[in-house]
């Protein structure tokens, strides 16, 4: 059979990346990360689409040269077209029809929560595939679902966040702590060498397989007033505890969600993705989980798990297989479910 190549385009939040496969193997996977949002402590939707603007082209001229073809191997244009910010994702959007229309070749538009989970499935040595059914778990700076896959493209949303996404939490309650953002990756640095039992955070009491975030935000935030009214250094003399103790409040709170969601469904198979799957405290909970409750579990690597485009082609490459091509008519969706 011909070789299938599917250039993927992901721009729907902060980052413009572009990625080929071959028959599902990587052949270059290219990240521009923006760096213009870290002064303001978030994503400003405004400068984010104006840099997708600048990026867009060097990036995937970048990705089709890595993977040594020309324009005319290309067999399918993938794109994100949601859910994200609006002004991104109309840049890729519009960059991805025109590349098809102009190269003839097909378009698929793809889901970006989708392809967090389709990223397992990116052929790479060392890793395997989960079997369907699994269950999903995508946590990162915009989401935070479990999610009980049937197939490639069959997929139900069985709990998600009722407010703020898992990566949030990290982020503002490092921005209490006076840590740059995004604060994720540094709680995390510091956890590592700090008690996990040193102080007690809350955790939120939501129904079902639901998540709530805002009020352990809060909680964090008027724990580190008051402890700083009494003594002004408290943040520097016990930083690696509490990100020792925010961690672990978090990694609890999502592993409660996950063994009820195994337990009601059944199935112990069990995927991360996102930009918090790279956390070690959560990758330790579920080699633990492997161990305690046998069950398995899927960790992608480290360039999967935040916002990519070879998560974007891989799921551009099952819908090619089975023929799903998109109008030109399709257009970005800010919203758009699973
Ligand atoms: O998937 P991602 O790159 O972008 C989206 O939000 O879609 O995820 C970024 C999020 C940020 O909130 C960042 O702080 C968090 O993932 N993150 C981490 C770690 N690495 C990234 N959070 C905790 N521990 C980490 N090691
Ligand atoms: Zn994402």
């Not at 250039?7 to 071959?22: F, K, N, P, R, W």
Request: hydrophobic share 40%; net charge neutral; charged share 20%.
């Amino acid at each position: 059979a011909e070789d299938i190549y599917i250039l993927g385009i992901e721009s729907s939040c902060d980052d413009t990346a572009a990625a080929v496969l071959c028959n599902g193997k990587i052949q270059s996977n290219i990240v521009a990360t923006q760096q213009v949002h870290q002064q303001y402590g978030g994503v400003v939707p405004e400068l984010a689409s104006r840099a997708h603007q600048q990026n867009i082209v060097p990036v995937i001229h970048q990705a089709i040269a890595k993977a040594n073809i020309g324009k005319k191997d290309i067999s399918a244009i993938a794109f994100t077209r949601g859910p994200g910010l609006m002004g991104s994702l109309l840049v890729g959007t519009s960059f991805a029809k025109s590349l098809a229309m102009g190269l003839g070749v097909p378009l698929i538009e793809v889901n970006h929560m989708q392809a967090h989970i389709l990223a397992h499935f990116i052929e790479e040595e060392g890793f395997k595939k989960p079997a369907f059914p699994f269950l999903a778990m995508t946590i990162s700076g915009g989401h935070t679902q479990i999610v009980k896959v049937n197939d490639y493209f069959s997929m139900e949303v069985i709990g998600e966040t009722t407010d703020d996404a898992v990566g949030e939490a990290f982020d503002k309650s490092a921005k209490i702590l006076g840590l740059p953002y995004p604060g994720g990756p540094l709680v995390d640095k510091y956890a590592n060498e700090g008690d996990p039992k040193a102080f007690k955070f809350p955790k939120p009491k939501v129904s079902g397989l639901n998540f709530s975030f805002s009020g352990f935000k809060t909680a964090v935030l008027y724990f580190i007033e008051k402890q700083t009214r009494e003594d002004p250094d408290f943040i520097e003399k016990n930083l690696k505890d509490i990100c020792a103790s925010i961690q672990y409040t978090i990694v609890e709170i999502l592993m409660d969600k996950l063994k009820k969601a195994v337990k009601e469904t059944g199935i112990s198979r069990v995927a991360i993705g996102g930009g918090v799957s790279a956390n070690s405290g959560i990758r330790n909970a579920l080699y633990d989980a492997e161990k305690r409750y046998k069950w398995q579990c899927f960790i992608p690597k480290f360039e999967y798990t935040t916002d990519n485009a070879a998560m974007i082609a891989i799921a551009g490459h099952y819908k090619y297989l089975k023929k799903e091509f998109s109008d030109f008519s399709t257009t970005a969706q800010a919203r758009y479910k699973i």
